[in-house]
């Protein structure tokens, strides 16, 4: 058989018509464990709503919105005729020296939802694009005010920025970083916000812990803050396994900051565009960040699409010199794609339409207490974190080994239980679309429920 011919069609009559490979070889799947997954695949078609559904057209409800992406559901209609109609008129252009209208319209959309003087989009096309690019405009921001030795940038332990070699440097999630060597030079982490058996069983916001920021100040000591470019953190850390922030611990952050001339930016792709119930976390949160990155929920995960917006002293202190000359180097071939606004400009749209920020923040005392009601007493469960519409349940590891159980958990939710979640280690993750209902917040949580109880 050739390498173009290994297909296959389900039933021409089956609502998920679709070809399905009969080798799974060529595709080495990211974050995954390829073999086991080989073995034994999970496969989606199609989605539509709150759901998924298998190449069969076994439905499988989203209990992760994608990748914590698809916060308005799958499949909505504005959207994608949005897209059809944007690839039909205008499929690409360059944002290198030219430009198309939905990239500044957009950019305005995005900034009017951020709080402050955040004012100016930078566009790229992922999450640790965004990340990258942040870094590299805090790092060149420095130079053209003449402190070219402010370099040093601060992360955090536990702290997820993507996978480029900045967003490495300045995370912390162990796995992530420990294959690639020493990766950028002049890093440091601060300490992580998670502390067990003083926040066990929090909803929302812990109380204890807002002193963490003030490691900051040690850090400073260290190496002075003449040499400290920026502090970068998550407000609610996601893929570590839901790290809400400490009361306090933020606004903490940013007097630190402020007081030690060191920018501070906020990566948002995970809580931006309603996951905690307002546009960004730094509007629940009363923190005006110095950068902001962003991406998944901007154009609803159809397309790829990230970004950074910046204050306005940010970008102001770029434009000086002669009219002529580049300001910033730094861009891709995608950035502002026509298609990603087009999807971007129709989600926007349907967020505001729709309601789906006010709805996301009504609906979290309903989550809170359906989670903690139905999940805390279950044998062997350690601890849940919930803040928005999220939820992170840890349980006792298997006997053999850590994150043995934590994988069980993925195929038994998937076969069994028609649920896709996600794991971190021996947690379980949870974080729908924010379309979901009452009645489906309570079908999900049973289902993750007997999922635990089963992988037991």
Not at 149 to 160: A, F, H, Q, V
Not at 253 to 265: A, G, N, P, S, T
């Amino acid at each position: 058989m050739s390498k173009t011919s290994a297909l296959r069609v389900v039933g021409a009559d089956d609502a998920a018509t679709t070809a399905i490979p009969n080798d799974l070889a060529a595709f080495w799947m990211p974050f995954t464990a390829n073999r086991a997954f080989k073995a034994r695949p999970r496969m989606v078609a199609r989605a539509k709503g709150m759901y998924y559904y298998t190449p069969e057209g076994r439905p499988v409800m989203d209990g992760t919105a994608g990748l914590w992406c698809s916060n308005a559901g799958h499949g909505r209609e504005p959207i994608v005729e949005a897209i059809q109609k944007q690839a039909a008129e205008l499929d690409f252009s360059p944002t290198f020296q030219y430009g198309h209208p939905k990239a500044f319209e957009l950019a305005s959309r995005i900034a009017s939802l951020a709080p402050g003087d955040l004012d100016h989009v930078f566009f790229c096309n992922s999450g640790s694009e965004a990340a990258d690019t942040a870094l590299k405009i805090a790092l060149a921001y420095w130079n053209v005010r003449g402190k070219g030795s402010k370099t040093r940038l601060i992360g955090r332990e536990r702290g997820y920025h993507g996978v480029g070699f900045g967003g490495i440097t300045v995370g912390g999630i162990v796995p992530n970083r420990k294959f690639f060597g020493s990766l950028l030079a002049g890093a440091d982490h601060l300490p992580h916000t998670y502390n067990r058996e003083k926040q066990a069983f929090s909803k929302g916001e812990p109380e204890w812990g807002a002193h963490l920021a003030d490691e900051l100040e040690r850090l400073v000591a260290l190496h002075d803050a003449s040499t400290i470019a920026a502090v970068i953190v998550e407000p609610m850390a996601g893929s570590t396994g839901v790290l809400p922030p400490p009361q306090g611990y933020l606004k903490r952050l940013r007097e630190l900051c402020d007081k030690h001339d060191i920018l501070l930016i906020f990566d948002e792709v995970i809580t931006g565009f309603g996951r905690l119930g307002a546009p960004f976390a730094s509007e629940r949160y009363g923190v005006v960040p110095d950068m902001l990155n962003f991406a998944k929920g901007v154009t609803n995960a159809t397309t790829p699409m990230g970004g950074v917006i910046a204050r306005k002293h940010i970008h102001d202190a770029f434009m000086n010199g002669p009219e002529h000359v580049v300001e910033l180097f730094h861009g891709y071939t995608y950035s502002a794609h026509p298609l990603a606004c087009a999807a971007g400009l129709a989600t926007l749209d349907l967020y505001r339409d729709e309601g789906v920020f006010d709805r996301a923040k009504a609906l979290e005392p309903v989550w809170a207490d359906a989670v903690f009601s139905h999940l805390k007493d279950i044998p062997g469960v350690l601890d849940i974190r919930q803040v928005g519409l999220t939820a992170a349940i840890d349980f006792e590891p298997s006997k053999d080994g850590v994150g043995k159980r934590g994988f069980a958990c993925i195929d038994q939710a998937f076969f069994d239980e028609g649920l896709m979640i996600r794991t971190a280690g021996d947690t379980v993750v949870v974080t729908p679309p924010l379309i979901i209902s009452e009645t489906e917040i309570g079908e999900l949580v049973e289902k993750v429920g007997r999922v635990i109880r089963a992988t037991a």
